[in-house]
């Protein structure tokens, strides 16, 4: 069973940055494909960003391209987001989510492993 432990949230002004931090208690996160997912209020999940295992393809979401960068770094068994411009709607919970097989890396419920969350809340 992997757990997977999300940090790095917080309270930020408009045009702020945040890097969200992804890590797993197994030394295996190497070899799955990772998602970012957010949820606001009110609101169903949504991709955000995904990262697959041996190609390192990536994919975003239109509304953060240019402004959220996801990476890995295998060794340290983490998958980060960083997230620079921020804006008030970007304000959620982000959860990550991890699948050594996925295949539609958009879809949350693919993903057998999933963290608790961290809240991002973009206010002035």
């Known amino acids: 069973q992997v757990q997977l432990v999300e940090s790095g949230g917080g309270l930020v002004q408009p045009g702020s940055s945040l890097r969200l931090s992804c890590v797993a208690s197994?030394?295996?996160?190497?070899?799955?494909?990772v998602g970012w997912f957010r949820q606001a209020p009110g609101k169903e999940r949504e991709v955000i960003s995904c990262i697959t295992s041996r190609t390192g393809n990536i994919y975003y979401r239109d509304s953060v391209k240019g402004r959220f960068t996801i990476s890995r770094d295998d060794a340290q068994n983490a998958v980060y987001l960083q997230m620079d411009m921020l804006k008030p709607e970007d304000t959620a919970v982000y959860y990550c989510a991890a699948d050594p097989k996925v295949i539609r890396l958009w879809v949350d419920q693919e993903y057998e492993y999933r963290g608790q969350g961290t809240q991002v809340t973009v206010s002035s």
């Open positions: 197994e030394s295996t996160l190497g070899k799955y494909a």
